[in-house]
């Protein structure tokens, strides 16, 4: 069986989860979701718990079961305390700053690049060299971090670039400094 599959989903205080056939609705503080599973999975919620049960053992609905599972979990947390993901930006004149709801970012080409959130995402700017991403959904909020990091890869030699705030850059030695 499933271990991730088979736990329970908690459902916090101040979010209400509504199962109609295979369509989940979950309604927090921070907003909402829904979304469609595949209709061989039986989700009930039972007192205070969300549960994902598999009817048979075959390949197909083993791989759905921790799937739907985490996703559910994912939407719960989400409208309850949200997802983020913060970026760091380094390298000599390398900046970021807001332009209205537009990400701007002065990354060593000739023109700025500017990046326009995805709808329900939140950017903040912290100085100039700190971006902080966040919204409800987990899927979209990294999708945009990976954009947006896409932009100008952190390199191994100075460590240039973009790079999330808890990412390692494995440094390199330059060729000059070997005899």
């Known amino acids: 069986m499933s271990r991730i599959g088979k736990m329970p989903i908690v459902i916090p ?13 979950v309604k927090g503080a921070k907003g909402s979701a829904s979304q469609a599973f595949n209709p061989a999975m039986n989700i009930k919620v039972e007192d205070n718990t969300i549960i994902v049960e598999r009817p048979t053992d075959n390949k197909e609905h083993r791989s759905m079961h921790g799937l739907t599972r985490t996703l559910i979990n994912n939407m719960v947390v989400g409208v309850s305390e949200g997802f983020k993901k913060e970026l760091e930006v380094n390298g000599v004149g390398y900046r970021a700053s807001m332009d209205g709801k537009n990400l701007v970012l002065n990354v060593g080409y000739s023109n700025p690049v500017v990046m326009v959130p995805t709808e329900g995402l939140t950017v903040e700017v912290a100085g100039t060299n700190k971006i902080t991403i966040s919204g409800t959904d987990k899927q979209v909020v990294g999708q945009f971090a990976a954009e947006v990091r896409k932009v100008r890869k952190p390199e191994p030699y100075k460590g240039k670039g973009i790079k999330y705030a808890d990412e390692v850059i494995i440094r390199k030695e330059g060729t000059a400094g070997k005899k």
């Open 13 to 25: 205080a101040g979010v209400e989860v509504q199962v109609e056939g295979n369509m989940v609705t």
